[in-house]
């Protein structure tokens, strides 16, 4: 008789499965392994990445499926929360500034890089949040890493709320500082850490993005700063998805708490309201003179194309006059929202123009962003690494711009998928 156990079946091949492991394979192992995987087993929610759009990203817009198929989709994806690039003063300062520079600048901003429209558009970013100087970084990502990797270093701590964005990470790894990490917008636990650093570890610096990428909730920016300031240790926010959106009048989480300009590190990026490319930090005029000379990823990288800068000018105008649209896409947010929730959906805790609808199983979530995109409708698509598998989800983006039958068809999309695949009774 035999009585051979079967052998349990392999694990699933997950994301991490294709990283470097122990040293022990030659390094494209992992990538042809990689490869296989995407011919065989590849996950159905990747045929929503990726898509080419066919025109500027407005509330609708065409685009161009894996398979070649073209159609027009409600756009509920996009980070220009306040459609600013395709505002027709942007667009015209960003042409007139192509034909003067040309569409790159073709150096460093410590050498040749630096044209009146930086310093000026540095100037404008300054004024908006208070701060006596700002610098721009190409890179939202990039400028995330430079500036942690410069101010900090082996023997500082940097302690980092449990969401924050990856770039916050990948800056402290490169800092070669201590990194502690509190439970996501637990007061408790970040007192506690701090409370135990030793004394003589002065080098202290506490990050926190103001508003949280995958749920859209917000930071309770005035606890983290009496707790900063108890424990003396530097505050730093990541305004990415906070600028021209959270606040009375778009000047981001800092605004909201009141502490507008007692902010030690203002970060943020220009890719999301803003709808263009680049970072800029605002803070003491010593603290930008630092990291114009120690921050590596402004030191060595070329400066932002002046059309681009240009047309950013025009996006602090709109947004320092509050004329950017920040009313209408708060009205999109509650209409959204407020009926979403009435329908049973799981949208978190968000405060924001980020709507989670958590799905919580893959295979589900691969179905209902394949259908929602059949019916007209685009939407992100996210699961691990940027959050938990259980927590994978859709993140519905909204603009200004969007129109009350646009939301009304996107909620109806919503209401027939969720149902279909159990989101909803």
């Not at 708060?330 to 609808?357: C, E, M, Q």
Request: charged share 20%; glycine share 10%; hydrophobic share 40%.
């Amino acid at each position: 008789m035999n009585t051979a156990v079967p052998l349990p079946p392999p694990p699933p091949r997950r994301f991490e499965t294709f990283l470097s492991q122990d040293g022990t394979h030659e390094l494209f192992d992992k990538v042809a392994a990689l490869d296989l995987f995407m011919h065989e087993e590849r996950p159905g929610y990747l045929s929503g990445l990726g898509l080419e759009m066919l025109g500027a990203v407005r509330n609708q817009v065409e685009l161009r499926e894996k398979d070649g198929t073209e159609h027009e989709v409600v756009m509920m994806g996009s980070n220009s929360y306040l459609s600013l690039n395709t505002h027709p003063r942007v667009v015209a300062a960003s042409q007139a500034a192509c034909e003067q520079y040309g569409y790159g600048m073709g150096s460093v901003p410590l050498f040749a890089g630096t044209s009146h429209l930086h310093r000026e558009l540095e100037k404008r970013i300054a004024a908006f949040y208070g701060t006596e100087e700002a610098i721009l970084f190409p890179c939202g990502y990039s400028g995330n890493v430079g500036l942690i990797a410069s101010l900090c270093g082996p023997g500082d701590v940097v302690i980092n709320d449990a969401a924050n964005h990856a770039s916050i990470f990948d800056g402290c790894k490169l800092s070669g500082a201590d990194v502690k990490v509190y439970i996501h917008n637990n007061m408790r636990h970040l007192e506690k850490i701090l409370r135990g650093l030793p004394e003589t570890q002065k080098g202290r610096l506490v990050v926190t993005d103001g508003v949280f990428s995958m749920d859209g909730d917000v930071a309770p920016l005035d606890e983290i700063a009496v707790l900063a300031k108890r424990y003396g240790a530097r505050l730093m926010i990541d305004e990415a998805h906070a600028l021209g959106v959270i606040g009375p009048t778009g000047r981001g989480t800092a605004e909201q708490f009141g502490l507008q300009g007692k902010i030690d590190v203002t970060y943020g990026t220009l890719s999301k309201a803003p709808a263009a490319v680049g970072g800029y930090c605002a803070g003491s005029a010593t603290l930008i003179q630092y990291l114009r000379y120690y921050a590596r990823s402004y030191v060595f990288s070329s400066s932002l194309p002046a059309p681009v800068v240009a047309g950013l000018i025009e996006v602090f105008d709109l947004m320092a006059k509050d004329e950017a649209g920040r009313e209408a896409l708060w009205k999109n947010v509650h209409y959204l929202v407020s009926r979403l929730k009435a329908l049973g959906f799981d949208t978190g805790a968000t405060h924001s123009a980020i709507v989670p609808v958590i799905v919580g199983d893959e295979d589900k979530l691969s179905g209902i962003h394949r259908d929602l995109r059949a019916e007209g409708i685009f939407t992100s698509v996210v699961t691990y690494p940027a959050v938990r598998r259980k927590e994978c989800r859709l993140r519905v983006s909204l603009m200004s711009t969007h129109t009350r039958d646009q939301l009304d068809r996107t909620l109806q999309a919503l209401e027939t998928l969720g149902r279909k695949y159990g989101l909803i009774a």
